[in-house]
C-alpha cells in the first residue's frame, strides 16, 4: 500500500508542477487535512452533510455513521467551465464493510442545488456518482450497474485504498474514468458523460443503508475515512473566497452607548485557539478592545463593550487562531463596520424577517434587496431554522449530536445573511421552531412531559428538548441583545432576554410570546380537546368560551416590563416600537369543514382574483389573539405610548389595527411575511368587512376574530398562483417586510415585498395594499371623550415628553409630542394631571386638576 501512495504522490506533484509551468490557471488542491487535531468541523474549505455526521481525526476526514448520502462538499474548488481535463483522487479506508450491494463510498462530480449559488450547492447539490461499492464493484452513475471485481479480497482492499477520477474532454463531451487501486489496479470503469454534467460541485460521498432491506436509517457507527483529497486541471476555477469559517458571522447591537455583539464558530477542536478578540481599527493599526471565551455549546464569542462612541462609523474585526492545513496555526478574521447612531436621520427602516426555511436557499435574491433597502436595523421575528432545514431531519438525542445538529441550521441562517449582518445591528428572536416545537407553550420555562407523542408533549407545556439545548438556543441567537431588564431565570434555569434597544431615536422592546404562555389544554375544559393549538371538537364554542381565568399571554413579568418602558422616554427617543415573535390577533381562515390548520398544506393556491366560497374565521391558539383578556392587556399596554407593533410568524403578511372595546381603538400591527412558506396560510372571510375603504379588496375592513378581539385588516399578502417556477416557493407569499419611521413627521409607512421585489429589481412592487402610512397617533385610535388644556412648552431644546395620569395615579398614556404644543386626550370624566418636559434629563413640570372639555379650551404654557 505504502509503494501506491508514494508512486501516486510523486506523479500527482509532477502533474502540479508540469501544470504550474503552462498555464496560469492551474487551481491545484491539496487536502492537507490536520494530524495534531480531532473536531467536529473539518476546515473552512469544507461543508459537511450533515456536519454532526463527519470529524476530523488524526490528518483523516471521518464519517460516524452509517447513514445515506453523507458528503463533503469542496468550497473553494468547482468545476465551473469546461475548458480542460481534470484529475481527482483520495485515499479511503471502509470502516464498516457491509453485503449491500447498495452501499458504496466515492465522489460527486458536477454537484449542483436548486439555485444557481455556491451555497445551495454545497447543501442541496446532486450530481454525478462515482464510487466504489463495499461488495467490491466500481461504477459511474447507477450504483445498480457497478462492475464488480472477481475473486479479489475486498477486506483487505478496503482497508486503505486509493480513487483516482480522470475526465479529459472529447467534443462537447467528457470521457470519465475512474482506477481503484490498492498495491495494484482492482477495478476501474470508463463513461462518457455530457461536459455540462461536470459543472459544480466535486464532493467526497459516504452511503451506507443500514436499515432492513435498504430502509433509510442512521446507526452510529464509523463508515469510512477519508486523507488526501488532490485536485489538479484546467477545467477547475479556484474559489477561496467561499471559505466558511471559522468565524462564520456575527451579529451586533449599539444601545445607550453599549455595543454588543456575538461571534459565531462552529465546533472547534481543543487544540484550536480558546479565545476570541474584537479589535477596532485606530488609524492604520488594529486594537483590541474586547475578549471572550467560546461557549462550550453555542459555540459563540460574546463581546460587550461599554462607552461605545456611537458618533461615528467604526471599522472592528473579529479575530480568531485555529489550526489549519498541514497543522499549521492560521489566524482567521472577520471585518466589518459598527455604523454611527442614526440619531441625525429623519427616517429610521427596519427590515422583517420571519419563516427562514430552506426552500429558496440562500434567498440571495431577498438579501440583494434588503442591501438595496439600507436598513438600519434587522429584525428576524422567529423560526430562523426549522427541523429540517439543510436535510437529514433533526437530531433530538443524544443531546451533544442534536447541538451540532442545530449549530448546522443556524450556520445555515448566517451563510444567508452574513452580508446584512457583517454592517448592520441585528435582533434575532427564538420561536417554536427554533427550539424544536410545533407550537410553543412555555408555561415559565417548564419541563415538558417525556412520554407520549411529540404532540402530547408539546400539548402538555414547557419544553420538550432539554434546557442545556433551549440555553444554547437562546445565546446562539440573543447573546447580542442588550442586557435583559430583568434577568432572573425562569424554570429549568432558562435564562430571558426580554429588553429594550435604544437606537436611531427610537426606543424597541423585545419580548418573549412564548416563554411564558398557557398550553391550551392545561387551562381549557377538557370537552375542547385541544390539540396543538386547535378545539378539536367542533361542537365546542371556542371563540366564546376560550377567555378562561388564569391563562397566561406575555405574564406578569413581561407586563410590568412594558409598562415601565411605555412611561419612560430618553431624551433621543421619539417613537416606541414593539418587537416580538407574533401578532395579537389571529388573521387566518380555512374552509368551514376543516377542523385545524393541518389542512393548510392541502389548500389549492388561487388564481388572482378567485375567492373560496365557504372560508370562515379561525381559532388558532398558536397565534397571540389567544388568550383574549391577557392580549387585550398587552394591547393596552402599547397604546399607553402609541407604540407600532412588528412580528411574523404567521405565515401570512398582514396590516392591521388592534381593537381591545372597539375598533381601532389600539395601536397598528404588521406580520411580515415568511422568507419560506412551508405552511401558506391565507384570509378570505366569506363575511366582507364593514367599513371597509372604497376599492379594497373585500377581505379588508373591520372583524372580530376567532377570539372575539376586534381587528381592522388594512391589508394581507394571500398567496395567489404567479406562474413563477418554483411555485412551492413564489406561489405561497414569501418576502420580507420593510417598515419607516419618520421621526419628523411621524408617520410609519409599511411595506411587504414578494421574495424577489425591491430595489435591486427596478419597476417591482410591493404586495397588493401596500404601501401603508399611518402615524405615531393613530397607535392610541381610542375616541376621545375630551381634551385637556392644550399645553405649550418654551425653553426646551425639542418637543417635550407628554405624560397623562388619571385620578388613581395610572399612567393613561406617555408620548413625546410632534411640536412645542400638545392637546392632551383623555378618554373619560375626571381629574388629571400631566407631567410634561424631559425626564430623562430631570427637566419636567407637572400640572394638576386638569379638566377635560370639548367646548373652548384654555392654553397653559410651560416654561424651563
Not at 435582533?427 to 408555561?443: F, K, Q, T
Not at 441567537?477 to 434555569?493: C, E, F, M, R
Not at 377542523?595 to 378567485?610: H, M, Q, Y
Not at 405649550?792 to 407628554?802: A, D, F, K, R
Amino acid at each position: 500500500m505504502a509503494i501506491r501512495t508514494l508512486f501516486f504522490s510523486t506523479l500527482f506533484i509532477s502533474l502540479f508542477i508540469l501544470s504550474c509551468s503552462t498555464s496560469d490557471n492551474n487551481q491545484s488542491f491539496i487536502s492537507e487535512f490536520p494530524t495534531s487535531i480531532d473536531r467536529i468541523w473539518i476546515g473552512p474549505e469544507y461543508w459537511a452533510n450533515p456536519m454532526q455526521d463527519w470529524k476530523l481525526e488524526r490528518g483523516k476526514m471521518v464519517c460516524t455513521v452509517l447513514g445515506r448520502n453523507r458528503n463533503v462538499h469542496l468550497l473553494t474548488r468547482k468545476i465551473d467551465e469546461n475548458t480542460g481535463d481534470f484529475r481527482m483522487s483520495i485515499n479511503v479506508g471502509i470502516i464498516k464493510q457491509t453485503n449491500s450491494d447498495q452501499d458504496w463510498v466515492g465522489f460527486k462530480l458536477g454537484a449542483k442545488g436548486e439555485f444557481n449559488d455556491y451555497r445551495s450547492d454545497a447543501v442541496f447539490g446532486e450530481g454525478l456518482n462515482v464510487g466504489v461499492t463495499t461488495v467490491g464493484g466500481v461504477f459511474i452513475g447507477k450504483v445498480e450497474e457497478a462492475d464488480k471485481w472477481e475473486d479479489l479480497d475486498t477486506q483487505d482492499v478496503f482497508n486503505d485504498f486509493t480513487m483516482e477520477v480522470v475526465a479529459k474532454k472529447e467534443g462537447d463531451n467528457y470521457k470519465i474514468k475512474l482506477e481503484v487501486y490498492d498495491d495494484d489496479l482492482v477495478g476501474e470503469i470508463e463513461k462518457i458523460v455530457p461536459a455540462s454534467d461536470l459543472i459544480g460541485d466535486l464532493v467526497v460521498v459516504s452511503h451506507f443503508s443500514p436499515g432492513a432491506n435498504g430502509a433509510s436509517a442512521t446507526v452510529l457507527e464509523n463508515s469510512a475515512w477519508f486523507k488526501n483529497w488532490r485536485l489538479n486541471g484546467e477545467q477547475l476555477v479556484n474559489h477561496d473566497d467561499y471559505a466558511f469559517g471559522p468565524i462564520l458571522f456575527a451579529q451586533h447591537t449599539l444601545s445607550d452607548k453599549i455595543l454588543k455583539m456575538t461571534a459565531q464558530l462552529p465546533p472547534v477542536g481543543e487544540k484550536d485557539g480558546k479565545e476570541v478578540a474584537l479589535e477596532v481599527k485606530e488609524g492604520d493599526a488594529w486594537t483590541k478592545v474586547s475578549s471572550s471565551s467560546i461557549d462550550k455549546d453555542a459555540r459563540t464569542a460574546t463581546f460587550k463593550v461599554e462607552n461605545w462612541d456611537d458618533s461615528q462609523d467604526q471599522s472592528y474585526r473579529i479575530s480568531y487562531q485555529y489550526i489549519g492545513k498541514d497543522d499549521e496555526k492560521l489566524i482567521d478574521t472577520f471585518e466589518g463596520i459598527i455604523k454611527k447612531n442614526p440619531l441625525d436621520k429623519e427616517e429610521i427602516k427596519v427590515a422583517g424577517f420571519t419563516g427562514n426555511n430552506d426552500l429558496g436557499f440562500p434567498n440571495q435574491s431577498i438579501v440583494e434587496n434588503v442591501i438595496k433597502h439600507n436598513p438600519d436595523l434587522l429584525f428576524f421575528s422567529g423560526d430562523q431554522i426549522y427541523e429540517g432545514v439543510g436535510g437529514f431531519g433533526h437530531i433530538q438525542k443524544p443531546l451533544n449530536k442534536a447541538m451540532v445538529d442545530y449549530l448546522r441550521k443556524w450556520m445555515l441562517y448566517g451563510w444567508e445573511y452574513r452580508e446584512l449582518l457583517r454592517n448592520t445591528p441585528a435582533i434575532s428572536i427564538p420561536d417554536d421552531h427554533d427550539v424544536y416545537h410545533g407550537n410553543l407553550w412555555g408555561e415559565g420555562g417548564k419541563k415538558a412531559k417525556e412520554t407520549g407523542s411529540a404532540k402530547e408533549r408539546q400539548d402538555s407545556g414547557g419544553y420538550k428538548m432539554p434546557a442545556d439545548f433551549v440555553r444554547m438556543v437562546e445565546r446562539t441567537q440573543t447573546s447580542n441583545l442588550p442586557d435583559p431588564y430583568d434577568p432572573t431565570p425562569v424554570k429549568q434555569g432558562i435564562g430571558v432576554y426580554y429588553t429594550e434597544l435604544n437606537y436611531g431615536g427610537l426606543s424597541f422592546a423585545v419580548i418573549e410570546d412564548r416563554k411564558f404562555k398557557s398550553a391550551p389544554g392545561n387551562v381549557l375544559p377538557k370537552e375542547a380537546n385541544a390539540i396543538n393549538g386547535w378545539s378539536e371538537n367542533k361542537s365546542f364554542d371556542i371563540r366564546n368560551n376560550s377567555d378562561v381565568p388564569g391563562a397566561i399571554l406575555l405574564g406578569e413579568r413581561q407586563e410590568a416590563f412594558l409598562e415601565d418602558w411605555g412611561s419612560n422616554w430618553s431624551p433621543e427617543t421619539s417613537m416606541k416600537v414593539l418587537l416580538s415573535q407574533t401578532i395579537f390577533s389571529n388573521v387566518a381562515t380555512l374552509p368551514a369543514d376543516a377542523i385545524s390548520d393541518v389542512a393548510v398544506p392541502k389548500l389549492r393556491i388561487l388564481e388572482k382574483g378567485d375567492y373560496p366560497p365557504d372560508d370562515i374565521v379561525v381559532s388558532d391558539m398558536d397565534s397571540d389573539g389567544w388568550p383574549h383578556t391577557p392580549r387585550n392587556r398587552a394591547v393596552d399596554l402599547l397604546r399607553k405610548c402609541f407604540a407600532f407593533h412588528l412580528a411574523g410568524d404567521q405565515h401570512l403578511g398582514s396590516t392591521i389595527h388592534y381593537g381591545i372595546d372597539d375598533w381601532k381603538d389600539g395601536g397598528v400591527a404588521a406580520c411580515v411575511p415568511s422568507v419560506s412558506n412551508v405552511w401558506p396560510r391565507r384570509w378570505y372571510p366569506k363575511i366582507e368587512g364593514k367599513n371597509r375603504k372604497e376599492g379594497a379588496p373585500i377581505y379588508t375592513g373591520d372583524y372580530i376574530d376567532g377570539f372575539n378581539n376586534y381587528l381592522t385588516v388594512y391589508a394581507v399578502s394571500n398567496p395567489v398562483f404567479t406562474g413563477k417556477k418554483p411555485s412551492r416557493l413564489y406561489d405561497r407569499a414569501t418576502g420580507y417586510g420593510m417598515i419607516k419611521f419618520n421621526k419628523n413627521s411621524r408617520d410609519i409607512t409599511i411595506e411587504m415585498w414578494p421574495r424577489d421585489a425591491g430595489p435591486a429589481n427596478p419597476g417591482s412592487e410591493p404586495y397588493e395594499g401596500w404601501p401603508i402610512k399611518i402615524n405615531q397617533l393613530d397607535n392610541y385610535g381610542r375616541k376621545a371623550f375630551g381634551y385637556l388644556p392644550k399645553i405649550i412648552t418654551e425653553g426646551l431644546s425639542q418637543p417635550p415628553v407628554i405624560q397623562v395620569i388619571d385620578e388613581a395615579g395610572e399612567n393613561v398614556y406617555t408620548i413625546r409630542a410632534i411640536s412645542n404644543e400638545f392637546d392632551p386626550k383623555v378618554f373619560v370624566a375626571g381629574s388629571y394631571k400631566v407631567v410634561v418636559g424631559e425626564p430623562g434629563l430631570d427637566k419636567t413640570k407637572t400640572l394638576e386638576n386638569l379638566k377635560p372639555s370639548n367646548q373652548q379650551r384654555e392654553q397653559v404654557v410651560v416654561k424651563f
